[in-house]
């Protein structure tokens, strides 16, 4: 089996039609590790079959370029750095989310 880069899987999977994603047409999506590799075509995937998305990894600055690339209107994404080896702040960042996706997501709804 040949070894596909991270960049080939991207576009392979920007490429798929997920009809079962489409369940996800305005649904919240939290992708973590969505920077690069599965997590960054994950984003694109989902971006496509309409979903809201939550993107988390360290890297803000890439988040932002992800976010910029998957087309949705800011109001549809939400961009989270976060350090998943970090554990002790995971609760704090899941309450978080439940309090933006309110209010970004659900206030927002001009947007949709």
Known sequence: ?????YKSLILRVRNISF??????QDKVVWITGASSGIG???AYAFAQQGAKL?????RKEVL????KQTNLPDCRVLILPIDM?????HQNRKQ????EV?????GRNECF
Do not use: C, D, I, Y
């Not at 089996?1 to 880069?5: A, D, N």
């Open 64 to 67: 932002a370029q992800v976010a």
């Open 96 to 99: 978080g989310v439940a309090r």
């Open 19 to 24: 009809n079962k994603m489409a369940a996800f």
């Open 54 to 58: 939550v993107l988390s990894a360290r």
């Open 1 to 5: 089996m040949r070894e596909l880069g």
């Open 85 to 89: 080896t970090q554990t002790k702040h």
């Open 40 to 42: 960054e075509a994950l």
């Open 102 to 106: 309110k209010l970004k997501f659900l």
